[in-house]
């Protein structure tokens, strides 16, 4: 079960923050921006998983990432998992 | 004929400071590195150099390989463009340890939270060839490109490699050297339960109370060239790479053939490829580690090579001022070497104050002293020693 104060922001913000801290600019990290233009590949997928499954207890695969193209998608993907606890 | 090899670019990151001249500079005026028994590289902040992605994918050898490998090129004028199509530019880098911290940071993370936890990064951080992988994304540089590692020759042979890549026409440059980052508590107990470190945390190579190595870390790059090429592109040679010699002792698992039999032939490789007489060579930068076995074994080997010229050939080791790099102190040593035998100067042994019978070489004590060459308008030649674990030899020939 999430927490009470797990949100659509409390999980874009954890986000935002897990991706700067893999190397792209923290003004760079939007919901528009590309996969690509961060530069994130599939091991940082693999962290950002770790993230996940640290801060929320949610397990997934780096293959739940497929055919993710921005950050906002990938924060779907991940809002999804943890929101319907 | 061979294909000669020009030294093109240098580049360090040492106890000394960052920067080859920061090296030379503080080598020759006699200052130590080494504080609390350890040879640090206090001044090194990898974010000067790489990018945060660089900084969160890299063991700090990595880094420290990185940060040479920029300053090298860019003495080589290359920061900008390369001289050379990519594929023509190998990138061979040598390393004891790899990315040991990165290593027992994992176990310690696998043991305490399980293997979820465990880093993807892992892998790609801590492997020993990771440095020359890096180098080569940094830099788009697409030829012949791995590791060496053979303990604490692993800087010299990854250098020797190079030059017979060179030598061989498989290249036209090549970014060569050696990393480590090995003072992790892994290594420094391992080493210490091996007695192989100073008690004393004081490296006094040659000297008749000398007690064992000092654990270092760092980085040293080179930029080799063909020689004729470089000429045609108008580049400046810092000095040549004129020969190497490979061997080894197939004696112990740690201690040297005590007759020094193995880094003899080693050195007289080098000097055979350089066609140079013992005669002629002007300095020795000694493997000099401080241990009682090896700087015994390394003056008689000295001796055997050298003959009556041995007397009066000055012999100094780096390592009485920055310690012992492991697999990075053979590519260290090669830069502080053409830099000395540019300055036409032999760098001090610091520490060394009492003599031990047998070890009688001129270990130029304390302060520099100017070479031969000095005093005639002529090149000066230099050898560098290397010896690892193992009973690895390797021996560069340079002259500046």
Known sequence: MSSPETTPQSIEEALFEAIAEIGPDRADITREATLEDLDIDSLDLVEIAQLVQETWGVELDPQDFEGVRTVGEALDVISARVLVL | ?400
């Not at chain 2, 900008?80 to 990315?99: Q, T």
């Not at chain 2, 053409?338 to 300055?343: I, N, S």
Request: proline letters at 5%; aromatic letters at 4%; hydrophobic letters at 45%.
């Open chain 2, 1 to 400: 004929m061979r294909r000669g090899v020009a030294i093109t670019g240098v580049g360090a990151v040492t106890p000394l400071g960052v920067g080859a001249e920061a090296l030379i500079d503080r080598w020759v005026a006699g200052a130590s590195g080494i504080e609390a028994g350890l040879g640090r590289c206090a001044r090194f902040d990898p974010r000067q150099t790489l990018t945060r992605k660089q900084l969160h994918r890299s063991d700090r050898f990595t880094q420290l390989a990185l940060t040479a490998a920029t300053e090298a090129l860019a003495g080589a004028g290359w920061a900008d463009e390369l001289p050379y199509p990519p594929e023509r530019i190998g990138c061979i880098v040598g390393s004891g340890v790899g990315g040991v911290e990165t290593l027992t940071r994992q176990q310690a993370t696998l043991q305490a939270r399980g293997v979820d936890a465990c880093s993807p990064l892992g892998i790609p951080m801590m492997m020993a060839n990771a440095a020359s992988g890096a180098i080569a994304m940094r830099y788009g540089i697409t030829g012949p490109n791995w590791c060496v590692a053979s303990a604490c020759a692993a800087g010299a042979h990854a250098i020797g490699t190079a030059v017979r890549l060179v030598q061989a026409g498989e290249v036209d440059a090549i970014v060569t050297g050696g990393a480590e980052a090995g003072i992790d508590p892994l290594v420094v107990a391992a080493f210490a339960r091996m007695r192989a470190t100073s008690r004393t945390g004081i490296s006094r190579p040659f000297d008749a109370r000398r007690d064992g190595f000092v654990l270092g870390e760092g980085a040293g790059m080179l930029v080799l060239e063909e020689a004729e090429a470089a000429r045609a592109r108008g580049a400046e040679p810092l000095g040549r790479l004129l020969g190497y010699g490979a061997t080894a002792d197939a004696y112990h698992l740690t201690a040297p053939e005590p007759t020094g039999s193995g880094p003899a032939r080693a050195m007289a490789l080098a000097l055979g490829e350089a066609g140079v007489d013992a005669e002629d060579v002007d300095y020795v930068n000694a493997h000099g580690t401080a241990t009682p076995l090896n700087d015994r074994v390394e003056t008689a080997a000295i001796k055997r090579v050298f003959g009556p010229a041995a007397a009066a050939l000055p012999v100094s080791s780096l390592k009485s001022a920055i310690g012992h790099l492991l697999g990075a102190s053979g590519a260290v040593e090669a830069v502080a070497t053409v830099l000395a035998l540019r300055r036409r100067i032999a760098p001090p042994t610091l520490n060394w104050a009492a003599a031990e019978e047998g070890l009688d070489l001129d270990y130029v004590p304390v302060r520099a002293k100017p070479l031969r060459a000095a005093a005639h308008a002529r090149r000066a030649v230099g050898i560098s020693n290397s010896f690892g674990f193992g009973g690895h030899n390797a021996v560069l020939c340079i002259a500046a």
